[in-house]
Nanobody, 126 residues
Framework: QLQLVESGGGLVQPGGSLRLSCVASGSRLDWYGIGWFRQAPGKEREGVSCISFTGGSTNYADSVKGRFTISRDTAKNTVFLEMNSLKPEDTGVYYC???????????????????WGQGTQVTVSS
């Protein structure tokens, strides 16, 4: 069974950067598409980004396009989320999860799967 553990969260000033890591155990990570999701206090969980099981396709929420980059290192069984130009509205608990890869008219997207990490807190504040 796939187990996921996130790390890398913290407190950062607006405009700063963080890199989140999602380390997998119990199964090979490259058997799964992986996504990052976040939940701010009082708000519903939202999808941030996902990467296909091959690593060849990625998808980003409009609110993070151009600022966040998702990548995967198969040898390390890890998926990363590089976050730059952080804004206060990026604050929340960030979760990585397995996802179901989908393609619609050639565009890659994903939907949440069965396996989730415990989350890591990201706070963007001056």
């Amino acid at each position: 069974q796939l187990q996921l553990v996130e790390s890398g969260g913290g407190l950062v000033q607006p405009g700063g950067s963080l890199r989140l890591s999602c380390v997998a155990s119990g199964s090979r990570l490259d058997w799964y598409g992986i996504g990052w999701f976040r939940q701010a206090p009082g708000k519903e969980r939202e999808g941030v980004s996902c990467i296909s099981f091959t690593g060849g396709s990625t998808n980003y929420a409009d609110s993070v396009k151009g600022r966040f980059t998702i990548s995967r290192d198969t040898a390390k069984n890890t998926v990363f989320l590089e976050m730059n130009s952080l804004k206060p509205e990026d604050t929340g608990v960030y979760y990585c999860a397995s996802v179901e890869d989908e393609w619609h008219d050639g565009t890659y997207t994903c939907r949440p799967g069965a396996y989730w990490g415990q989350g890591t807190q990201v706070t963007v504040s001056s």
